[in-house]
């Protein structure tokens, strides 16, 4: 017996809501020839153009290993391009190609879709408020996290 009832397990209710999304989106994705791991790198160097893996690593909330086989499977689909930082020699920069912009764009217009059928289920001031009260899982969350 645990001292509480997973049903009053706020971790809980957001893992499932997060594994229901990305199960979504990877369902979703998966004719643009993309996951959800490689669709976040793409959208993140399409805002973020030479950006380094670690800091991608870091945008996209995984592990700097499991950034680098993203980012080696996206290469060897031609949908990124590496090359050596004009002043950093150890840093490779990262770009999309032309096929990567297509890709994402694809992608992306399929992920919109997932993203605005969930702001549907809302009112406005509904979506508001769900987005302040993750806000503020996340703020105390960090701030409790052993270091």
Not at 38 to 55: D, M, N, R, T
Not at 60 to 86: D, F, S, W, Y
Request: aromatic share 2%.
């Amino acid at each position: 017996m645990t001292s509480m009832p997973a049903s009053e397990r706020l971790g809980a209710h957001v893992k499932r809501a997060e594994q229901a999304l990305n199960a979504t989106k990877n369902a979703v994705l998966k004719p643009a020839g993309v996951t959800v791991a490689q669709y976040a790198a793409l959208l993140c160097l399409a805002e973020s153009p030479g950006i380094s893996a670690a800091a991608l690593a870091r945008a996209c909330g995984v592990t700097p290993p499991t950034m680098n086989t993203v980012l080696k499977n996206l290469q060897e689909r031609g949908l990124i391009a590496r090359t050596p930082h004009a002043w950093h020699k150890n840093v490779l920069e990262t770009r999309l190609t032309e096929e990567g912009k297509a890709v994402l764009s694809d992608a992306d217009a399929r992920a919109v879709r997932v993203e605005r059928a969930l702001a549907a289920e809302f009112t406005d001031e509904e979506r508001e408020s769900l987005v302040a009260l993750l806000g503020r899982c996340t703020t105390l969350l960090d701030a409790v996290r052993p270091v």
